[in-house]
């Protein structure tokens, strides 16, 4: 992080919408499946391209 001086500004972050904008309305669909399948799967991959999966509740 760089210092604020009288000849700069500080950075500004793009403001976000509000969280109940930002989220949309599920379609019957998408809640009949999140409603079935509450554990999703996090998987990354290492330095040595070893996965690494996690369960996400």
């Known amino acids: 992080?760089?210092?604020v001086t009288a000849t700069?500004?500080?950075?500004?972050?793009?403001s976000l919408p509000?969280?109940?904008y930002a989220m949309g309305v599920w379609s019957?669909?998408?809640?009949?499946?999140?409603e079935t399948h509450r554990v999703g799967?996090?998987?990354t991959a290492g330095a040595d391209g070893a996965p690494h999966v996690v369960p996400v509740c």
């Open 8 to 14: 700069s500004s500080p950075r500004r972050r793009p």
């Open 28 to 34: 019957e669909e998408a809640r009949r499946f999140l």
């Open 18 to 20: 509000a969280r109940s």
């Open 41 to 43: 799967h996090l998987a």
């Open 1 to 3: 992080m760089r210092a």
